[in-house]
């Protein structure tokens, strides 16, 4: 059993910029081709990753960035959510916020590293805390 989780697009971009192999953001990257995350995900929230990756001050590769898109899809569960209603301080997050509300009853994680973006919830963590939470429960590399 892997951990549901709507992965921010700070977090993948951190992880693809990161020079640390040990930084959180590049360990919820492993944890999601390692099957340990299990990405939530909906059509614009892959069109955000695919704008902001495109932007041509980061420098990543194409290759790069369609292994990315492929592996969300390829691992991930896509989600339909419903509207909550809820009003952010940056409303293009909203999506995010959305597909993991929807599969709050299955325990989904939002990890983000804006999370002054989002209100103040126990299950919207840093990548470090999510590593953590994997950590705890002895599930990392299965």
């Given at each position: 059993?892997?951990?549901?989780?709507?992965?921010?697009?700070?977090?993948?971009?951190?992880?693809?910029?990161?020079?640390?192999?040990?930084?959180?953001?590049?360990?919820?990257?492993?944890?999601?081709?390692?099957?340990?995350?299990?990405?939530?995900?909906?059509?614009?929230?892959?069109?955000?990753?695919?704008e902001?990756?495109?932007?041509?001050?980061?420098?990543?590769?194409?290759?790069?960035?369609?292994?990315?898109?492929?592996?969300?899809?390829?691992?991930?569960?896509?989600?339909?959510?419903?509207?909550?209603?809820?009003?952010?301080?940056?409303?293009?997050?909203?999506?995010?916020?959305?597909?993991?509300?929807?599969?709050?009853?299955?325990?989904?994680?939002?990890?983000?590293?804006?999370?002054?973006h989002?209100?103040?919830?126990?299950?919207?963590?840093?990548?470090?805390?999510?590593?953590?939470?994997?950590?705890a429960?002895?599930?990392?590399?299965?």
């Amino acid at each position: 059993m892997g951990y549901y989780a709507v992965i921010d697009t700070n977090v993948v971009l951190s992880a693809l910029l990161s020079k640390n192999i040990d930084s959180a953001t590049v360990k919820v990257l492993d944890a999601v081709f390692d099957g340990v995350i299990i990405p939530l995900y909906h059509q614009d929230i892959l069109t955000e990753y695919d704008e902001v990756l495109h932007r041509k001050k980061f420098h990543l590769r194409e290759e790069t960035i369609q292994t990315i898109l492929n592996a969300i899809r390829q691992y991930g569960v896509e989600i339909f959510p419903q509207p909550t209603g809820t009003i952010l301080i940056d409303m293009d997050d909203l999506v995010f916020y959305e597909v993991v509300m929807e599969k709050r009853e299955d325990d989904a994680y939002l990890v983000t590293g804006n999370q002054k973006h989002y209100p103040l919830k126990d299950f919207i963590v840093t990548p470090a805390e999510m590593m953590a939470i994997i950590e705890a429960t002895g599930k990392v590399g299965l």
